[in-house]
C-alpha cells in the first residue's frame, strides 16, 4: 500500500506564492515518475505538472509555465511544486500523483496512486 499526503495549501492573495509538498510512505517505489493536478469546482480534474524518475524531465500545462515549478527528492520519493504569481484561477483542490511509468505523464490514467488533496484559494 502507498499513501500520498499533500501540504502546504491555504489562502494567498493574488501575485502571493505558495509551495506544496507530498510525501509518500508505504510500499518504497524506484524510477518513477510523480505529478502534480488540481480540480476547481464543477471541472474535470486537470493537469499541472509531471516531473520523470530522475528529475531530467519536466512538463508543465500552459497555464502555469513560467510560474509554477515541480521539483523532487528522489530516495524519498517527495515532491513539491513551488507556486509563485499565483491567479484567481488557481484555485482548486491540488492533488499529488505516484505514476509506475519513469517518463512524465500528463494524463490521469497514467498515474496509480493518490493523495486526497490540499486546497488552494488565490483571492482577489
Known amino acids: 500500500q502507498v499513501q500520498l499526503v499533500e501540504s502546504g495549501g491555504g489562502l494567498v492573495q493574488v501575485g502571493g506564492s505558495l509551495r506544496l509538498s507530498c510525501t509518500t510512505s508505504?510500499?518504497?517505489?524506484?524510477?518513477?515518475?510523480m505529478g502534480w493536478f488540481r480540480q476547481a469546482p464543477g471541472k474535470e480534474r486537470e493537469f499541472v505538472a509531471a516531473?520523470?524518475?530522475?528529475?531530467?524531465?519536466?512538463n508543465y500545462a500552459e497555464s502555469v509555465k513560467g510560474r509554477f515549478t515541480i521539483s523532487r527528492e528522489s530516495p524519498k520519493n517527495t515532491v513539491y511544486l513551488q507556486m509563485n504569481s499565483l491567479k484567481p484561477e488557481d484555485t482548486a483542490v491540488y492533488y499529488c500523483?505516484?505514476?509506475?511509468?519513469?517518463?512524465?505523464?500528463?494524463?490521469?490514467?497514467?498515474?496509480?496512486?493518490w493523495g486526497q488533496g490540499t486546497q488552494v484559494t488565490v483571492s482577489s
Open positions: 500523483a505516484l505514476s509506475l511509468r519513469q517518463s512524465i505523464a500528463s494524463m490521469t490514467h497514467d498515474y496509480s496512486y
Open positions: 508505504g510500499r518504497t517505489f524506484t524510477s518513477i515518475a
Open positions: 516531473i520523470s524518475w530522475n528529475g531530467s524531465r519536466l
